[in-house]
């Protein structure tokens, strides 16, 4: 079943709900990829079909809210819950150790930029909840961060209007960059860490 699809048809049948709902998913570590849905709310605002301001909100307070959900579950279940995914879905494991070492080495710098980053947007609060960020800074640089990513996904669909095809390749062009960046963090990381 493909997730992306399923979620473009709730947001035409139910507007502004399954915005926030979809997204609240998102960013709580469910299958529903923000690089496709995003984009589409885009498309559907500059059609006349949904207001770019009010889905722009709807869809930052969805993420905060899944945000703030992974966040619990790091400060009251730890690092069980991490070992978990790794486990349960393996190609998670690099983000999940970035963001591990993005939050211990740069703490609320890391929640704001990994909200651009494929996989670490959502991974990056459950390291904030067990490294007991204040709830109230990681919200601030949550909000931040979601707001920049979500603004530029809605933009980039809003001003591409029907060409999928264009925004597809652009957000898979940017999300291999990043990918390849956070793999490149990781061994410069392996490496340090070998020579201590």
């Known amino acids: 079943m493909d997730f992306s699809i399923v979620a473009e048809n709730l ?6 709900i399954s915005i926030f709902l979809v ?7 469910f299958p529903l990829p923000s690089e496709v849905v995003l984009p589409f709310i885009g498309i559907m605002a500059s059609s006349g079909n949904m207001n770019f301001a009010l889905a722009l909100v709807i869809s930052v307070f969805g993420g905060i809210v899944g945000s703030i959900t992974n966040y619990l579950l790091g400060l009251y279940f730890g690092k069980p819950i991490l070992k978990y995914m790794s486990k349960k879905y393996p190609r998670t494991q690099p983000s999940i150790k970035a963001s591990m070492w993005w939050m211990n080495k740069y703490g609320k710098m890391s929640v704001m930029l990994a909200r651009m980053v494929p996989v670490a947007r959502t991974i990056i609060s459950i390291p904030a909840g067990i490294n007991k960020m204040n709830i109230n800074i990681f919200i601030l640089y949550s909000t931040i961060g979601i707001s920049l990513w979500n603004t530029i996904l809605i933009s980039l669909g809003y001003v591409l209007g029907d060409n999928l095809t264009l925004i597809t390749k652009i957000v898979k062009d940017y999300s291999l960059v990043v990918g390849l960046l956070v793999v490149i963090v990781m061994i410069i990381f392996y490496i340090k860490k070998e020579k201590m």
């Open 11 to 16: 947001i035409e049948d139910y507007g502004m």
């Open 23 to 29: 997204v609240l998913l998102e960013y709580a570590n």
